[in-house]
């Protein structure tokens, strides 16, 4: 089974700042099944990025996915207050799936 | 467009049988799409419990396979979800998601709003 671990566990910034979060695979994940997912409180994930580096539809550019084997990071280039929230990578291999811990993106 | 509606009991008792269903409109659950189960405990993160194709094959979770039934039913376009001998630690919200066949990649495009079952006595 394919461990994901996010880091950094919380990222505090201001709206305007650039965010940078990682997500390693404890063993190389094809970037086709690499995708990253936002969740606000009670609210269910959405999709952002998948395959690695492609947005989904209606996903602002400043979000954008990039990364290969076992690292993969999800930047977001200007921060808008909407994007505070819980962001997680999941990856699909050997019939299987997995999610990251995630990463708390909360204002500074 | 495609939407999910999971419906279940809210409160399931230790050691019995959680028991869900995933309706899909706008939609068949015939066409190319995995439909998949994922939880998220008390102010825990995701975990992916399963995945069914309308032809009846599955994928489950290694760590709960033992304990989980997923199954398909095409004449109400519908998927469910079974996980038997429950304890307090299946706990969670409950979301079904939809994973498109679509150019060799996988990812999940619509959620479900999530139900929230708890195991207690």
């Known amino acids: 089974e394919i461990v994901l671990t996010q880091s950094p566990g919380t990222l505090s910034l201001s709206p305007g700042e650039r965010a940078t979060l990682s997500c390693r695979a404890s063993?190389?994940?094809?970037?086709?099944?690499l995708a990253w997912y936002q969740q606000k409180p009670g609210q269910a994930p959405r999709l952002l990025i998948y395959?690695?580096?492609s947005r989904a539809t209606g996903i602002p550019d400043r979000f954008s996915g990039s990364g290969s084997g076992t690292d993969f990071t999800l930047t977001i280039s200007r921060l808008e207050p909407e994007d505070f929230a819980v962001y997680y990578c999941?990856?699909?291999?050997?019939?299987?799936?997995?999610f990251g811990q995630g990463t708390k993106l909360e204002i500074k | 467009q495609v939407q999910l509606q999971e419906s279940g009991p809210g409160l399931v008792k230790p050691s019995g049988t959680l028991s869900l269903t995933c309706a899909v409109s706008?939609?068949?659950?015939?066409?190319?799409?995995?439909w998949s189960w994922v939880r998220q405990p008390p102010g825990k993160g995701l975990e992916w419990i399963g995945e069914?194709?309308?032809?009846?094959?599955?994928n489950y979770n290694p760590s709960l396979k033992s304990r989980v039934t997923i199954s398909v039913d095409k004449s109400k376009n519908q998927f469910s979800l079974k996980l038997s001998s429950v304890t307090a630690a299946d706990t969670a919200v409950y979301y079904c998601?939809?994973?498109?066949?679509?150019?060799?990649?996988?990812?999940?495009?619509?959620w479900g709003k999530g139900t929230t079952v708890t195991v207690s006595s």
């Open positions: 063993q190389s994940v094809s970037s086709s099944y």
């Open positions: 395959g690695a580096s």
């Open positions: 999941q990856q699909y291999g050997s019939s299987s799936c997995s």
């Open positions: 069914i194709y309308h032809s009846g094959s599955t």
């Open positions: 706008g939609g068949s659950i015939s066409s190319s799409n995995w």
């Open positions: 998601a939809r994973v498109p066949l679509y150019a060799n990649y996988y990812y999940m495009d619509v």
